[in-house]
């Protein structure tokens, strides 16, 4: 059974090599396929050839490798040309060789001959007929190329290294010896190596530094130290494919010191030292599996809430009972006082004794001399004694609560970090979702005639397991439907200016707790007037067609049967379709907008919030219902004073310190018809009066006014089920410990849609002087996200910030004129990797005086070594510590 799973294992792993090779191969015909692209596709065919192979799969494994060779050919050519037809014949490959995983998947041994020669052995001979066979002359110059650029890299990592290492040992002496003549014979050493590798720039740097050393007469230390750093910033740039940036011209720096960890921003905890293989094991699961392990997840959540609530109990029922037991003993002490009197003969009028029987010789003795017991006694001090007993046990309890409180602590922080491995493994990047978008749209333009490119943003974005799937119906409809509306024909465009080919780009980027997914063409945008037209067709009143807004008419496009199409075809016009989109959509408690410009196209806007996810939110009161907010909703909470409350051009704002921002009266806003009675609760508010909540809305703000604040919680979020539809800016809901259902809310859905950035900057007021000017950082990653997420923290701690894409993109930028005092720069991105930013910009001038912080989920000391080599001031790893980071920047800009 575990053979079968790993073979299934492989079927999945292969798919994933011919989604690689699909999009290498997509739009072919019309751009060149990189040398990049072509190592992708090259890897990805010989891991299904090698794979199938192994698992016994010998049919796909000898079309994989013939596919292979194909590739090959292609590579050994200076400029491959590949037209429509043979990049046709290469997808429908890749098709059939989906196929044959497919047969193999459904249980079959062998594939039926019959179907091979017919289906598949045409298309293999088409590319035969237009590519031709490999020969041995190609295998060999392929060979030979990529066996030449990597000795080179292994002569860099291994000849000059050691070079350098025996240099900086006869550094390190107290009273280096004979270091010129040293330096002098590596300079030749490493021409001649430069020389033999070509390498000319890298040869003339050696001879510019012999040629200074020659001339020098004293500060040969400061030289040496200085042709180290060039040497090793030469070698990063032969590693990393970057020798044509090699600086030939020797430039001694004073300042120059042998890098080492304890030179350097980061401190060497902060360092991830890689001691294992950097390739991460995967293991599939299947959806199923991952979301009933997030829906038991949640009730261990609401489980765990429970019994931190019946700690909560236990400890107020302890201390009523100390406080009891110290009442018990005050009446014990009354007692035993009460009793010494009764014996000492003080009360016995009072007090009668009786005696069961009468011991003779206590007579003999005098009061003095012998004490006299009655039944008083026995049960007065069976009643001290227990309450004795009651206090030992007390403290026993005292004991073992504060030990369950503190294993109830610490067994916090393992749910915290399953809480998030589980939300990472839930969570999948758009790609995994639009990845075969590219092919759907390719195959429609060829069909239809209408060419049309599909441009994708934000692919990296994460999004919950579940909606990813469900968004998969919802987006390929829109996908066709900008398609078929939206484009116009390539005539039509001509005719109006436009280019033939038209575009379609999907985006996605994560505002909050919410993912937003748009859909834009460059289109004719939507026709109202037959949007107005279909209305009236549909018996919609004359008056309210006339009175209607924009927005009004375009939703009308999401009722069921309406269309303006004119003629109906495969793709559209038939009336149904965007009624189900907004169905699927909202059955996610998500939304979908559309918004249109004559002439310029149209944009659908989907908002979707996760379904089910662990999330920390602030427990308000408003007129008496519980409500929860999540916590990164809220920017401040501010206890307000009645001097804060403005009443400004009919307005209400808060006044916090310089600036005057929109308050809203939260009971007013929701219009809540009749006074929840909320069910008594057992313990006090942490904040027993009114409280403002400062929420963000892009670049402003705005207060919500709540009665109470009931504290922080760790709740999961629960979908509302069923067909009532929830109001605007309620999300869901969550379940507390004590089983009390909790309506959730998100502040931004509540708030935007009557606030406007144009109304809430019109509506700013600020009497602050201005500040001085912040240092300027460019923050580079081909991640929107990431870029988002950084310029957000950067501008929290005063500084402005400007982003580039990619390497290439930020040396434009710097080219034409930023002017930055500080980079943060991530390795891995498409065009220009981190590492050629380093290389092109270190060696300008001006950029030799900017530090650039590199910021990357690389922690290997490797990647580390070349970055610092290569000019860097910092090495960041991800996840990074933002206060350490922020540290790192001031110290860096200021010096």
Not at 140 to 157: A, H, R
Not at 174 to 190: A, D, V
Not at 495 to 522: F, L, M, W, Y
Not at 541 to 563: H, M, Q, R, V, Y
Request: net charge negative; hydrophobic share 40%; charged share 25%.
């Amino acid at each position: 059974m575990k053979e079968q799973d790993i073979k299934r294992q492989f079927l999945d792993e292969a798919g994933d090599y011919l989604n690689v090779i699909e999009s290498a191969l997509l739009g072919c015909s019309t751009k060149e396929i990189t040398s990049a692209q072509f190592d992708a596709v090259l890897r990805a065919a010989h891991s299904i050839k090698g794979g199938a192979a192994m698992m016994g799969y010998q049919t796909l494994s000898d079309f994989a490798h013939r596919l292979e060779d194909f590739f090959k050919v292609l590579k050994s050519h200076s400029k491959p040309e590949i037209d429509e037809t043979v990049e046709s014949l290469f997808l429908s490959s890749v098709d059939q060789l989906r196929q044959i995983s497919s047969f193999y998947r459904q249980g079959a041994e062998t594939i039926a001959p019959e179907w091979l020669s017919e289906q598949v052995e045409p298309i293999f001979q088409g590319l035969l007929d237009r590519i031709g066979e490999l020969t041995p002359e190609k295998s060999l110059s392929l060979l030979s190329e990529d066996v030449g650029e990597e000795m080179t890299v292994l002569i860099f990592e291994t000849e000059v290294e050691s070079c350098l290492q025996g240099l900086e040992s006869i550094i390190a002496q107290p009273q280096p010896t004979n270091l010129r003549e040293e330096i002098l014979s590596i300079s030749q050493e490493l021409g001649g190596l430069g020389e033999m590798l070509q390498l000319p720039q890298f040869s003339r740097l050696c001879t510019s530094i012999y040629e200074h050393l020659k001339s020098a007469t004293e500060g040969i230390d400061a030289i040496a130290l200085s042709a180290i750093q060039a040497w090793r910033r030469a070698q990063a740039m032969v590693i990393v494919g970057q020798k044509e940036a090699i600086t030939s011209e020797f430039l001694l720096n004073h300042s120059t010191v042998i890098p080492t960890l304890e030179t350097e921003t980061t401190s060497p905890e902060e360092l991830k030292i890689e001691t294992v293989s950097t390739e991460e094991k995967t293991l599939r699961v299947s959806s199923s599996l991952l979301t009933e392990l997030a829906d038991l997840f949640g009730e261990m959540s609401i489980g765990r809430n429970s019994m931190d609530l019946q700690l909560q109990r236990l400890r107020r029922l302890f201390n009523l009972l100390n406080q009891r037991i110290q009442r018990l003993e005050s009446s014990s002490q009354a007692l035993r006082s009460l009793y010494d009197q009764r014996i000492q003969g003080y009360t016995s009028s009072v007090i009668p004794i009786k005696t069961n029987s009468v011991k003779p010789h206590l007579a003999l003795f005098d009061n003095l001399e012998m004490d006299n017991y009655s039944d008083l006694h026995p049960l007065s001090q069976e009643v001290m004694e227990t309450i004795f007993q009651i206090e030992e046990v007390a403290n026993d309890l005292d004991i073992y609560l504060a030990e369950t409180e503190k294993t109830a602590k610490d067994s916090q922080q393992t749910f915290e970090l399953i809480q998030s491995q589980l939300t990472k493994a839930r969570m999948r990047p758009l790609t995994d979702l639009i990845a075969h978008f590219p092919r759907a749209l390719r195959d429609m333009s060829l069909k239809y005639g209408k060419p049309v490119e599909l441009k994708i943003q934000g692919e990296t974005t994460r999004i919950d397991r579940t909606i990813l799937e469900s968004l998969n119906d919802p987006l390929l409809h829109l996908l066709r439907n900008a398609f078929d509306h939206g484009i116009e024909d390539p005539e039509k465009r001509k005719e109006v200016g436009k280019p033939p080919q038209g575009t379609i780009t999907i985006s996605a980027s994560t505002v909050r707790n919410h993912t937003i997914i748009q859909i834009q063409d460059d289109g004719a945008g939507i026709n109202l007037d037959k949007i107005r037209s279909q209305a009236h067709k549909m018996g919609l009143d004359e008056d309210i067609i006339a009175k209607a807004t924009i927005d009004d008419l375009l939703n009308l496009i999401f009722e069921p049967g309406f269309s303006t199409a004119e003629n109906k075809s495969e793709l559209s016009g038939r009336g149904v379709g965007m009624d189900i989109v907004k169905t699927q959509v909202q059955q996610m408690q998500g939304d979908i907008k559309v918004s249109t410009l004559a002439g310029q196209g149209t944009t659908f806007t989907i908002t979707v919030p996760m379904t089910l996810s662990l999330i920390r939110v602030l427990l308000i009161e408003v007129e008496q219902m519980l409500m929860a907010v999540p916590c990164n909703a809220i920017e401040a909470m501010i206890l307000p004073e009645p001097s804060q409350i403005i009443q400004f051009k009919g307005q209400t704002f808060l006044k916090e310190e310089s600036e005057l921002f929109p308050l809203i009266y939260l009971k007013d806003w929701l219009n809540i018809p009749t006074v929840y009675t909320q069910r008594d609760h057992e313990s006090l508010p942490s904040i027993d009066k009114p409280t403002i909540l400062k929420i963000a809305l892009g670049n402003n703000y705005i207060g919500l006014w709540v009665e109470r604040y009931w504290g922080e919680q760790e709740v999961t979020i629960r979908p509302v089920e069923g067909n009532l539809k929830l109001p605007n800016g309620f999300t869901g809901c969550t379940i507390l410990g004590d089983g009390c259902v909790v309506p959730l809310i998100d502040p931004a859905l509540l708030l935007q849609p009557s606030f406007p950035p144009s109304f809430l900057s019109s509506s700013f007021i600020s009497n602050s002087q201005p500040t001085a000017q912040k240092a300027t950082l460019l923050v580079i990653d081909d991640s929107i996200n990431v870029r988002r997420l950084l310029a957000l923290t950067l501008e929290k701690a005063g500084y402005q910030v400007e982003q580039a894409k990619d390497g290439q993109d930020a040396l434009e930028k710097l080219q034409r004129g930023l002017g930055v005092q500080g980079i943060i720069c991530d390795i891995e991105m498409p065009r220009l990797d981190g590492y050629g930013f380093l290389a092109n910009y270190k060696t300008d001038s001006i950029g030799q005086n900017i530090p650039v912080v590199m910021l990357t989920s690389r922690s290997g000391e490797k990647h580390r070594s070349i970055a610092m080599n290569l000019g860097a001031s910092a090495y960041f790893s991800k996840p990074f510590q933002e206060k350490l980071l922020l540290q790192t920047l001031q110290s860096l800009i200021k010096n």
